[in-house]
C-alpha cells in the first residue's frame, strides 16, 4: 500500500475533482491512499461525494485552520 499527497489548493471545481479522479484512476492501485489538500469549500464536499460513489473509501475529511482542507482517500 503507497500513501501519496495531492495538492490542489487554488484549484476551483471542478478543477479539483478532475484532478482528483485522474490521480486516483491513473497513478493508484488497490488499497493506496491519498491525502487531498484543497482550500475550495464547495470542493471538500464534492470530492468525498465523488470518492463513495466511485468505490473509494472516504478514510478522514480534516478541516486544517480556516481555509484548508485535508481529505483522505482509499482506493477501492
Keep these: ?3 501519496f499527497d495531492l495538492d490542489v489548493k487554488g484549484e ?3 478543477y479539483a ?3 482528483t479522479k485522474k490521480f486516483v484512476n491513473s497513478k493508484m492501485s488497490s488499497g493506496d491512499q491519498v491525502c ?3 482550500d475550495y ?3 471538500s464536499e464534492e470530492i468525498p ?3 463513495t460513489e466511485a468505490g473509494h473509501k472516504v478514510v478522514s475529511v480534516d478541516k486544517d485552520g480556516d ?3 485535508k481529505i483522505t482517500i482509499q482506493k477501492g
Aim: aromatic share 10%; glycine share 0%; hydrophobic share 60%.
Design 41 to 43: 469549500p464547495l470542493s
Design 67 to 69: 481555509a484548508v482542507w
Design 49 to 51: 461525494r465523488w470518492a
Design 17 to 19: 475533482t478532475v484532478k
Design 1 to 3: 500500500m503507497a500513501n
Design 12 to 14: 476551483v471545481c471542478p
Design 36 to 38: 487531498v489538500i484543497l
